[in-house]
């Protein structure tokens, strides 16, 4: 048997950090306020993967990039109450 741990979900600033590697890796236009409040958002690494492939085909076919109403729209549709975020 295996000791138990507690993992800890990431912190806002590793999630932020998530979003731009994520973002970078697969070449998807995203403003900061959009990196923003999707780590504010979303909880973990899962949940920011898939979130960034939801939007990039949303706003791909537009030819955009995320925005952070994209972000809240998103969350939105999660049934999550979007954070907003001080402009």
Known sequence: EGLPVLIQPPS??????LVEQFALE??????????EALATNLP????IDAALMSLELATQAEGRAIAS??????VQRLGRPAVELKK
């Open 69 to 74: 109403e994209d972000v809240e729209n998103y």
């Open 44 to 47: 973990g690494a899962r949940e």
């Open 12 to 17: 806002r600033e590793v999630r932020l950090a």
């Open 26 to 35: 697969r070449g998807i236009p995203l403003s900061h306020a959009a990196a």
